[in-house]
């Protein structure tokens, strides 16, 4: 995974200028090793943050149309999104959300940090909606901690119906890594659901979001990065 620390340092000190954010628990992603960053997902900037302020580069899916993009609002984000490591992703797409998993995987494996929304897309309401499998089974094929992360306010920087960024306060807490050993790719789904649930406590706790027991699903004009 190729990255630009340089953009990712001045990203985080534009970042913590504008919007003055709380950040704590950062100590938590390993300092050498693969991890997994697992956070709830209100805006569409949440991996630009978490891509900028995370200790280590985080590989985070990205939308492909952001890489396609013409006119300068287009190259700036296939530009960033770049310089970060992003994945390009086609939403919908089952066969291309599978590989884009094994791509994480690839860089797990390779000892490098990954991020994912167990939630699948950012949520419209504020809720913490059920998540999606796809982080436990990350966690279980490659034996990956799972760092889980809360962000509070993030919606706030492109309020809904709205373009571009406004600073806004918001909080950053990670919790401690989770531990769900390594059985392989060839788990059972109840651990894969169990690994899934204990996620999901861990960034409620930390979000302090309230739970929904459904998916969400994403509208089609919803911008947010895929997770």
């Excluded at 939308?63 to 190259?75: L, V």
């Excluded at 998993?101 to 690839?106: E, P, S, T, W």
């Excluded at 169990?194 to 999901?200: D, G, L, V």
């Amino acid at each position: 995974m190729a990255t630009s620390e340089p953009i990712r340092r001045s990203a985080a000190a534009f970042l913590r200028l504008s919007c003055r954010p709380e950040v704590t628990g950062l100590e938590n992603v390993p300092a050498s090793g693969p991890f997994i960053l697992a956070s709830n997902h209100l805006s569409f900037f949440d991996s630009v943050i978490l891509q900028a302020l995370a200790p280590r580069p985080v590989a985070f899916f990205a939308k492909a149309e952001y890489f396609t993009g013409a006119g300068p609002r287009g190259r700036a984000q296939r530009w960033f999104f770049d310089a970060v490591g992003s994945i390009p992703v086609e939403r919908g797409e089952q066969a291309a959300s599978v590989a884009a998993l094994d791509q994480l995987v690839g860089l797990i494996e390779a000892g490098q940090g990954v991020g994912i929304y167990p939630e699948g897309t950012r949520s419209r309401d504020g809720r913490l909606y059920r998540g999606r499998t796809g982080a436990a089974w990350l966690a279980l094929t490659t034996g990956a901690p799972v760092v889980p992360v809360g962000l509070r306010g993030t919606e706030g920087l492109q309020p809904p119906g709205t373009n571009g960024f406004r600073p806004h306060r918001f909080t950053l807490a990670a919790g401690e890594p989770l531990d769900f050993g390594h059985p392989g790719r060839r788990h059972a789904l109840p651990q894969r659901r169990e690994a899934t649930e204990a996620i999901m406590a861990a960034i409620a706790a930390l979000s302090g979001q309230e739970r929904v027991d459904t998916y969400n699903a994403a509208p089609s004009s919803d911008q947010g990065a895929r997770g």
